[in-house]
Each structure stands twice: as C-alpha cells, then as structure tokens.
C-alpha cells in the first residue's frame, strides 16, 4: 500500500489468427458487434474463440481494440476473456496504465493492466493494454463472493437514475442474468429517494465508502472527465448484501495528452474536483452545447456522488483521501519516479 506495482519486466504477445474473410468482414463494418472466429496464441499456448473491434467513437482509428471471448472450456492465464484497448489517441499510451497504477498503489479494487504486443496473422499491431475484463474471473481474482451479480453502466448512464433517458442505455447484467435485477432496482431506489438523515449510516452498511472515495479522490487527481460514458461496473455481493464499485475507462482523463496535439501544447490542470456532480460546471458546460444541438441528450451526473459532497463528514473523508495522495502516491516525487520508469521500460522494448 502507498507504492506503485513494480514495472513489467517482460511485453507478452498476442497472436490473433483470423481468416481474411473474417477480417475484411470487420474492416467493412468496424462498428458492428457481430464476432468472427479467432484462434489466439498467447505464451506457447493456444485457445479457440470470437473476436470483434470494441469501443465507442474509436473503432474506425488506425490502431483498432479487440474483444476476445474464447470457446466454453477454454482459458489462457486462468482467463476466458480479454479486453485489448490499443489506446491509440493517447500519444504516450500511459494515461490509462498510470491511473490504474496509481488506485493499485492507493489500495482500490480497480482492473489489473499490462503492455502486451498484438499480432494479426503475423503482422505486428502495436502496443496495447491487456485490461482486465470485469467478470466471473475478476471476483475470483480479487477475491469477491462467486456468486455475486455484476452490472454495468450502459451507455451514458453512470448516473444511478431511476430509469435512463431516452438518449442513455439501461444498466447491463453480466452475471446471474436469469435472476433479474430486484437488488438493483432496489439500490437505485435508495440511492435517489432514501431520506438524508439515514443517508449516511445506510451507504456504510450498502457500499464500499472506504473504496468508493478513495476512487473519487482518484477523479480528482487524474481529472477523469467522461464518467458518465465510461461504463463502469458495479457488483452486489448477495452474502454481504454490500455493493463495490469497479471504475473503468480511466483514459477518459483531461491527464491524457492527445496525439492530435502540438508537443508544446499545455497541459489542461483546471478541472474541478467535484467531477460528474451537480456542482460540476463541465454539466453546465454540456447543457448549455445540448440544448442547442441536442436537446434530447440531456446532461447528466451521478446523484450518489452529489449527495456525498453534500454530507460534510462524507465530503471531509473524500478530500482527505486526495490530500493523503498528494503526499503520498500522487506527490511529484514519486509520480514522475513511476513515470520515468514506465517511460524508460518503454525506451528499452522499443514502444
């Protein structure tokens, strides 16, 4: 705890084999969600499966990310999907591996990530990022009950609303989906309608508050920007009966230097700390573009993370959080150590 995970030693590689038919068939329509066959290679070992391009507005960049799920029965490191995010906006390909990093070292249920290289039928495709994928493996591998249900945001719907708009996706189940949602209902409705004076005993005994804060303070610090789009999970663990929160998309940061932009181009440092909230003044910002241009997408952000800067024991272990981390993980020091390394590591793989 309070220290970076150690650099990678090794880049693993990714062999995707996929037949030029089903590889012109994802070319011709990169945003389609329809999967082809692929056989991937990964360490000497070699498994069966289907692979589509992913993502939102990225799918048509140069450098494109693969969804891969292999076949029933099927598993490479004790894994039977995988999340290859090329990051190919991100100039230094770091915003994303920093920020995981730093909730590693900050002690936060986050995503495992390495670099691996990606090959296409023998064709080098570049440097990615292995992200985990959040799923059955991922309560194994961190420790959650099994049986435990897994929801995710859908898309621009992070917000925790009673029902999505008609511009948003509904939340999505990836675990026990014949069971309904009843326990989601149920907390969505105590999010937006629990009376503040039980609020603040009732989020210690339904939420991870210790991890939930520590994940806004990280907001905080990496200016993450696109919340309500990053598609986070949340996961309702049945014998506790208490909910986790797992953040995904932190390359969605104004930390996240365009490849678009000029070398000497500033850094954007001004984004206010009260991200996704009511109090945000990106929501102003986004209304006043929306009601113009599209008015039926309205702005949005989260009601629990505003009822939480509202409660001043709540809003005083939160900004405890950030100042514990500008001395700590986050301090310049130890910051620009750990981003030195990944940048030498990277020097020294020829990335």
């Given amino acids: 705890p309070g220290e970076y995970p150690p650099v990678q030693t090794r880049i693993p590689t990714f062999e995707l084999k996929i037949s030029p038919e089903h590889l012109a068939r994802l070319e011709a329509n990169p945003e389609s969600d329809e999967m082809v066959p692929v056989v991937v290679m990964?360490?000497?070992?070699?498994?069966?499966?289907?692979?589509?391009?992913?993502?939102a507005s990225t799918r048509t960049l140069p450098q494109k990310s693969f969804k891969i799920e292999l076949d029933p029965g099927y598993e490479l490191e004790d894994r039977d999907h995988f999340k290859l995010?090329?990051?190919?906006?991100?100039?230094?390909?770091?915003?994303?591996?920093?920020?995981?990093?730093?909730?590693?070292?900050?002690?936060?249920?986050v995503p495992r990530a390495r670099y691996v290289r990606v090959s296409i039928n023998g064709q080098h495709n570049g440097l990615y990022l292995d992200m985990e994928h959040v799923g059955k493996d991922y309560l194994k591998h961190h420790g959650l009950e099994r049986s435990a249900s897994i929801y995710r945001c859908g898309h621009r719907n992070c917000e925790l609303t009673?029902?999505?708009?008609?511009?948003?996706?509904?939340?999505?189940?990836k675990t026990n989906e014949d069971t309904g949602r009843a326990d989601l209902d149920a907390f969505l409705a105590w999010v937006n309608r629990s009376d503040?004076?039980?609020?603040?005993?009732?989020?210690?005994?339904?939420?991870?508050?210790?991890?939930?804060?520590?994940?806004?303070?990280?907001?905080v610090l990496i200016s993450n920007n696109l919340i309500e789009d990053s598609r986070s999970y949340w996961i309702h663990e049945h014998l506790k009966d208490g909910w986790q929160y797992v953040p995904w998309d932190l390359n969605n940061a104004q930390m996240l230097y365009w490849r678009t932009w000029e070398p000497?181009?500033?850094?954007?440092?001004?984004?206010?700390?009260q991200a996704f909230t009511a109090y945000d003044p990106w929501v102003q910002r986004l209304y006043e573009t929306r009601v113009v241009d599209r008015p039926e997408q309205r702005p949005t952000w989260s009601v629990l993370n505003t009822r939480i800067w509202d409660r001043p024991a709540l809003r005083a272990r939160l900004l405890a959080k950030v100042e514990a981390a500008l001395v700590g993980p986050f301090s310049a020091g130890k910051a620009n150590a750990h981003i030195d390394a990944l940048k030498a590591w990277g020097k020294t793989h020829g990335t």
Avoid: C
């Avoid at 090329?86 to 249920?109: H, I, M, N, Q, R």
């Fill in 162 to 173: 009673l029902q999505p708009g008609a511009h948003q996706g509904d939340f999505e189940k």
């Fill in 196 to 219: 503040d004076a039980d609020f603040e005993a009732k989020l210690e005994r339904a939420v991870d508050v210790e991890s939930y804060l520590g994940t806004l303070a990280v907001d």
């Fill in 264 to 273: 000497e181009y500033p850094p954007i440092t001004n984004r206010w700390p």
């Fill in 85 to 109: 995010l090329a990051s190919w906006y991100d100039s230094g390909k770091l915003t994303e591996k920093f920020a995981v990093d730093l909730s590693t070292a900050l002690g936060l249920p």
């Fill in 42 to 55: 990964l360490d000497g070992m070699e498994a069966p499966g289907v692979a589509r391009y992913r993502g």
